[in-house]
Structures are given as structure tokens and as C-alpha cells.
């Protein structure tokens, strides 16, 4: 086994070599954000947190840079930021390719897998039969588990799948699980077609439905995928939140992420008002979920592309990348719970160099006159005591620009992107994206993490938040801001050093 992993590692070095290529250095390359090292990725699956590791499970398609028949990926990380590529978890098999799902800790060893006081990993996914789907069947998606005695190393399909079969419903699929203590069984959301069903297990491998949600609420623009249910506190009140995702139908086109809040009461989710709410506006943030098994602290990541047209951006060898970890929070504005979600803190690791500014009149103030030519990624923060009219923008010596900003008039802040570079891979790509501010404070803050080929808003303490992705033809190498009375109170810009040990 040793003798054969070092002849592949030789072989991988070999053949690097002779090709001179340099992987997680290509152009466009994330260097904060994990991608798969080659070929294609979708949705974050399967997220859990064991023993001091992350657990990200993923979307893969190991044989191209474009979908293709899914297996699970699998990544670890101790800290949500370094990533190390593991072999692929789940492949397809007779039941079908493995769609997106779960993993949970058993740690009372509900589902009897458990052997020699060994805890349980279970994943519960989705399998999509393509036989099923060609001849135009409407039950080709079911439920499965697979369990792992090796803390997610290697896993064993139970031989019973399917756990939970389609009842007739094409849409039927992404199983999100979590431990319902209070009535000791586990719940699983489940996306089916226009709403999320919930079902309930004693053991993981018998669910019975309990309810339904959502014919009637929220954006309907398309079908209804990935969801989550996640308890989070606001002032030791316990508030749900339901993550739903949906395609097409975003804010801004294509795929995006909706959230309820409400009540749940291990059968029903209640919501408190009928509002369509985005966990990001932006058109780069897609099928996120919650780590499980990480007590309080809620932690969620999503795919940072979009079904319009994350199989043609213009990268090679590898396609998309995860967004950061985003700690989710809750804020109360007039009456109502809003989801915020910010950067987690373990980024900050990252910081290699510091410039820190105060009262700043912005009006054409080029940052890169204090911190050097730009050399992403990066991070900066700053804050205001009024808001007014500013925007920011990366460009390059071409001219091609991201500019992110905010508009008083309208009250939204923007991410445009219509200037940035290779736009024509998709027509509606090159666009000026929106998001409402939801804050009503009269101070306003951001954070933007800015990657190779991504940005990430984050306005007003993470209450309005906004992905989008660029591809210019030479890397960006300057800030600028623009404003005609928006005065920066505090600044904070930090070059970040690759997780890929290169920067
Ligand atoms: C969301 C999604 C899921 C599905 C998976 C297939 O992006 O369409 O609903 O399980 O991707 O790769």
C-alpha cells in the first residue's frame, strides 16, 4: 500500500514535471477559497465536524471540468481554511450517482453501525438513477446512507438503500439531517419540488413524514433544493431558520439561497412573516449548508458559482470553488429576524501585511497608494459614521474593472461586474448585480475578502451580503475609491497568504 502510494506520487511528480505545471497556481485560481485540485465541483455536501476536523464532502465529477456523474469528494481541515484533498469518498452505483446530503455524528450509535465503541459517521445523500430519469420515470431519486468506522475515511453503503423512496415526485433530494434532542430522533429536510418535507428517524434508516412547508412562501422562481433547518439564539431565545436554495429565481438571476425564520417544533416549521429573505444576494453563492456537530457556533459554506454558467467559466483544469465559511448570526430589525453572515475569524491567520487608516475623505482616493500595487487576495474593512454614495474598484491596466459600491438613491448596495474582463462565456454574466440594505443604522460597515477570481461583501455586520466571481485578462492591481462626501472612519487592509502554501 506505502510502496504503491509513493510510485503514484512519483508518478503525479513525473508527470508534473514534464508538463511544468504547477497546480493551485493557474490563472484564475482561488488561493483562500478550497477548490478541487482537478475537474469539476458543485454543492458543499456532507459537512461535519469531528475530533478537532472539518469534514468537507463535495460534488465531484472526477472525470471532467464539467458535471458529469456525481460522486462525494471529500476534504478535511482543522482550522475551516488550510484544506487537504482526501480520495473521493462515495461513488455511483446501481442505484444511481450520489446527489448532494448530510453526514452526522451517531454517537449513541442510534443506527446499530457502530462496532468495537467505534462512533459512526452517517451519510445520508440522495441517489439520482439516470436509467430512471431517460425514461421520463418520476421516482429516480431516493434516499441512501453509507457509514464510516474510520472517521470518514472509508465507507460502507447500507445494504437496504434505499432508506426513503420517492412517493412520484421528480424533485425529491438533498436530505439535511441534525439530532432533535428534546424527542431523541434525528430530522431530515428534504427538497421536493416546491417545498421541504420533514421527516423523522429513531434509527436513520425508517423516516416517517411529518410535514410540509413552503407551497406558499418565498420565491417560487424555480425548483427548490438544498435545504437546512438550523436552531440559532438571539438573546437565549432559541429562533429556526430554514435554508432553502432555489434555480433559477435568484435576486439576481439563476441559482441563489433564500431563508425563512420561525419556529420548529420537531414536526412543524412555523414561519413568523411571508418575506423573501437572501442569505446572499449575489449570483455567486449557491446550495450552502451548516457544519453538524459544531454545538452554538453555526458555520456555513456554499458553492460560489451559478447554474448559468458554472460549466463555462474560463478556468482549466479544475471548476469552482467554495465561498469562506461564513458564521451565521441574527439581528432584529423592526420586528423582524434577519440572518447575518460573516467571514469566520479563523481567516485573520492569513494576514501577512497590515495598513490601517483613519478619517478618510475617499473622494478618487487610490488605496494602492499606501498599500502597494494590489496583489490579491486580499482583505478590507472599514467603517463610516454616515453612509452615503462610494464605490470601490479593482482594475487593471487594461481597464477592466470590478466595481462594488453602494447607491443612496436606491438604498442597494452593487457589485458590477459588466467591465471585468472575460464576460462573453455566457451571455448575462457581464452584469451590475443589487442587494437591499437591510440595516437602518445610520453607521454603516464591510468587509470584502477578495480573491484571484471572486469577491465577497459583507455590508453592515454580514445583514447584506454579495458573491460574485471575475475573470480579468491580467490580474487586477488597483483600489480605488470613489466618493463625493462618504468619509471613512477606519480602515484595515490585509494581504492574505495562500492556503496553498504559495503566495
Ligand atoms: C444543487 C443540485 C442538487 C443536486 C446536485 C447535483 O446544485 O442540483 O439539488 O443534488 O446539485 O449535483
Given at each position: 500500500m506505502k510502496f504503491l502510494f509513493t510510485f503514484f506520487l512519483?508518478?503525479?511528480?513525473?508527470?508534473?514535471?514534464?508538463?511544468?505545471?504547477?497546480?493551485?497556481?493557474?490563472?484564475?485560481?482561488?488561493?483562500?477559497?478550497?477548490?478541487?485540485?482537478?475537474?469539476?465541483?458543485?454543492?458543499?455536501?456532507?459537512?461535519?465536524?469531528?475530533?478537532?476536523?472539518?469534514?468537507?464532502?463535495?460534488?465531484?465529477?472526477?472525470?471532467?471540468?464539467?458535471?458529469?456523474?456525481?460522486?462525494?469528494?471529500?476534504?478535511?481541515?482543522?482550522?475551516?481554511?488550510?484544506?487537504?484533498?482526501?480520495?473521493?469518498?462515495?461513488?455511483?452505483?446501481?442505484?444511481?450517482?450520489?446527489?448532494?446530503?448530510?453526514?452526522?455524528?451517531?454517537?449513541?450509535?442510534?443506527?446499530?453501525?457502530?462496532?468495537?465503541?467505534?462512533?459512526?459517521?452517517?451519510?445520508?445523500?440522495?441517489?439520482?438513477?439516470?436509467?430512471?430519469?431517460?425514461?421520463?420515470?418520476?421516482?429516480?431519486?431516493?434516499?441512501?446512507?453509507?457509514?464510516?468506522?474510520?472517521?470518514?475515511?472509508?465507507?460502507?453503503?447500507?445494504?437496504?438503500?434505499?432508506?426513503l423512496k420517492n412517493p412520484g415526485i421528480k424533485d425529491f433530494r438533498d436530505p439535511k439531517v441534525h439530532w432533535y434532542p428534546e424527542d431523541k430522533k434525528w430530522i431530515m429536510a428534504l427538497a421536493t419540488l416546491n417545498r421541504i418535507t420533514f421527516y423523522s428517524s429513531k434509527d436513520l434508516k425508517t423516516?416517517?413524514?411529518?410535514?410540509?412547508?413552503?407551497?406558499?412562501?418565498?420565491?417560487?422562481?424555480?425548483?427548490?433544493?438544498?435545504?437546512?433547518?438550523?436552531?440559532?439564539?438571539?438573546n437565549g431565545k432559541t429562533i429556526w431558520v430554514l435554508v432553502v436554495s432555489i434555480n433559477p429565481g435568484g435576486p439576481n438571476g439563476g441559482s441563489a439561497t433564500q431563508y425563512f425564520t420561525g419556529t420548529f417544533n420537531g414536526k412543524t416549521f412555523t414561519p413568523f412573516d411571508n418575506d423573501t429573505k437572501w442569505i446572499d444576494y449575489g449570483p455567486d453563492d449557491y446550495a450552502g449548508v451548516t457544519w453538524s456537530n459544531t454545538g452554538d457556533r453555526k458555520?456555513?459554506?456554499?458553492?460560489?458559482?451559478?447554474?448559468?454558467?458554472?460549466?463555462?467559466?474560463?478556468?482549466?483544469i479544475w471548476r469552482s470553488a467554495m465561498t469562506v465559511p461564513r458564521n451565521l448570526g441574527l439581528e432584529k430589525i423592526k420586528g423582524k429576524y434577519y440572518v447575518t453572515s460573516q467571514p469566520v475569524n479563523e481567516l485573520n491567520d492569513l494576514n501577512i501585511s497590515n495598513v490601517n487608516l483613519q478619517n478618510l475623505q475617499v473622494n478618487n482616493f487610490d488605496l494602492t497608494s499606501k498599500t502597494g500595487k494590489l496583489s490579491l487576495p486580499v482583505s478590507l474593512k472599514f467603517s463610516s459614521e454616515k453612509i452615503d454614495d462610494f464605490s470601490i474598484s479593482l482594475s487593471n491596466a487594461?481597464?477592466?474593472?470590478?466595481?462594488?459600491?453602494?447607491?443612496?438613491?436606491?438604498?442597494?448596495?452593487?457589485?458590477?461586474?459588466?467591465?471585468?474582463?472575460?464576460?462573453?462565456?455566457?451571455?448575462n454574466f457581464a452584469a451590475r448585480v443589487?442587494?437591499?440594505?437591510?440595516?437602518?443604522?445610520?453607521?454603516?460597515?464591510?468587509?470584502?475578502?477578495?480573491?484571484?477570481?471572486?469577491?465577497?461583501?459583507?455590508?453592515?455586520?454580514?445583514?447584506?451580503?454579495?458573491?460574485?466571481?471575475?475573470?480579468?485578462?491580467?490580474?487586477?492591481?488597483?483600489?480605488?475609491?470613489?466618493?463625493?462626501?462618504?468619509?471613512?472612519?477606519d480602515l484595515q487592509y490585509h494581504e492574505l497568504k495562500s492556503i496553498w502554501n504559495q503566495k
Open positions: 512519483l508518478a503525479g511528480f513525473a508527470t508534473a514535471q514534464k508538463t511544468g505545471h504547477q497546480f493551485y497556481k493557474e490563472p484564475y485560481r482561488p488561493q483562500i477559497h478550497f477548490s478541487p485540485k482537478e475537474k469539476w465541483m458543485n454543492d458543499p455536501n456532507g459537512m461535519v465536524f469531528y475530533k478537532g476536523i472539518y469534514h468537507l464532502f463535495f460534488q465531484y465529477y472526477p472525470d471532467s471540468t464539467v458535471w458529469g456523474p456525481m460522486h462525494w469528494g471529500h476534504a478535511t481541515s482543522k482550522d475551516l481554511i488550510h484544506w487537504q484533498q482526501q480520495p473521493i469518498a462515495l461513488y455511483p452505483d446501481s442505484l444511481g450517482y450520489i446527489f448532494s446530503g448530510s453526514a452526522v455524528i451517531d454517537k449513541n450509535n442510534t443506527s446499530g453501525f457502530g462496532k468495537n465503541g467505534k462512533t459512526p459517521f452517517i451519510a445520508i445523500f440522495t441517489q439520482h438513477d439516470p436509467k430512471g430519469e431517460k425514461e421520463g420515470r418520476n421516482d429516480y431519486q431516493n434516499q441512501s446512507i453509507a457509514y464510516s468506522l474510520d472517521e470518514g475515511k472509508t465507507w460502507f453503503k447500507y445494504d437496504r438503500n434505499p432508506v423516516w416517517t413524514k411529518e410535514s410540509e412547508f413552503g407551497q406558499q412562501n418565498g420565491a417560487h422562481g424555480g425548483v427548490w433544493e438544498c435545504p437546512d433547518i438550523v436552531p440559532l439564539k438571539y458555520i456555513f459554506l456554499g458553492w460560489m458559482s451559478n447554474w448559468q454558467y458554472a460549466t463555462v467559466v474560463p478556468t482549466k487594461d481597464n477592466e474593472k470590478v466595481v462594488i459600491g453602494y447607491d443612496k438613491a436606491t438604498n442597494n448596495y452593487y457589485i458590477d461586474r459588466t467591465s471585468s474582463g472575460k464576460t462573453d462565456f455566457k451571455k443589487v442587494a437591499p440594505r437591510i440595516s437602518n443604522s445610520p453607521n454603516m460597515d464591510m468587509i470584502l475578502i477578495i480573491d484571484k477570481s471572486s469577491v465577497e461583501m459583507f455590508a453592515d455586520k454580514g445583514l447584506t451580503n454579495m458573491t460574485a466571481i471575475f475573470f480579468p485578462n491580467e490580474p487586477y492591481s488597483r483600489i480605488v475609491f470613489h466618493s463625493e462626501h462618504f468619509k471613512i472612519k
